[in-house]
């Protein structure tokens, strides 16, 4: 019973290539948010969105974009992929009536080569 | 800004014996701690959390603790068992922030049968 997908287990992409990471939750919750894990530096907030249509900027922005045009989905979007960008990448949703934990997507493992 | 210190970054104990991680916040509005706990290959999973009207909560094995004044909070697992081996994260959040957590760098816990 995943609440949380992310699209891709795995992806290798090459410098430069746009990249599209999916994340859809079946929760019905407000917030949704991108994280970056890298070892010895913990999660970093990337961006995250509390509506639709609404996103800001969380700890580490640059290099990325995101999207939210239904509640349920939450798209991260690498505009020209970069080497440093190799990372665990982590959606997560919560909801808004109170603040709560998050529950975790299974992450994908991207690779820029 | 906001910050969640944890320490230490990784920690080995014999099965049997008690492990304590520890936090601080630095953020006096937060007064929401969640701990998560992330075996290899898998995604954070929620295993306790505290709310700044109570000082200390158990499940189990598992308990957390949170000092206010001191802004601090800790996790312990007591009878630590091999399947306890992990990287745990603590978090803060605060109504201020719409539930935006605050992660700290995560502990590697490993239990040596």
């Known amino acids: 019973d995943v609440k949380v997908t992310q699209s891709s287990r795995y992806l290798v992409k090459r410098t430069g290539e746009k990249v599209f990471l999916e994340c859809v939750q079946d929760?019905?919750?407000?917030?949704m948010f991108w994280y970056r894990q890298d070892p010895g530096l913990g999660l970093r907030l990337i961006y995250f969105s509390y509506d639709v249509k609404m996103k800001e900027k969380g700890d580490i922005p640059e290099g990325y974009s995101v999207s939210r045009e239904k509640k349920e989905r939450f798209s991260l979007i690498l505009e020209s992929a970069s080497t440093n960008q190799t990372s665990m990448y982590l959606c997560?949703?919560?909801?808004?009536?109170?603040?709560?934990?998050?529950?975790f997507g299974s992450g994908t493992r991207l690779t820029v080569v | 800004g906001e910050n969640v210190e944890q320490h230490p970054s990784t920690l080995s104990v014999q099965e049997g014996d008690s492990a304590v991680i520890k936090c601080t916040y630095s953020?006096?509005?937060?007064?929401?701690f969640p701990w998560y706990k992330q075996e290899l290959g898998k995604r954070p999973q929620l295993i306790i959390d505290?709310?700044?009207?109570?000082g200390e909560k158990k499940d189990q094995r598992i308990a957390v603790t949170l000092n206010k004044t001191a802004k601090h909070f800790s996790l312990h697992i007591t009878e630590t068992q091999p399947e306890d081996s992990a990287v745990y994260f603590c978090?803060?959040?605060?109504?201020?922030?719409?539930?935006?957590?605050?992660f700290g760098q995560g502990t590697e816990l490993s239990v040596k049968p």
């Open positions: 997560a949703s919560s909801p808004d009536r109170e603040v709560d934990g998050y529950t």
């Open positions: 505290i709310r700044s009207n109570v």
């Open positions: 978090a803060g959040a605060g109504w201020a922030v719409r539930g935006k957590l605050i």
């Open positions: 929760m019905d919750h407000e917030n």
């Open positions: 953020d006096s509005a937060s007064n929401y």
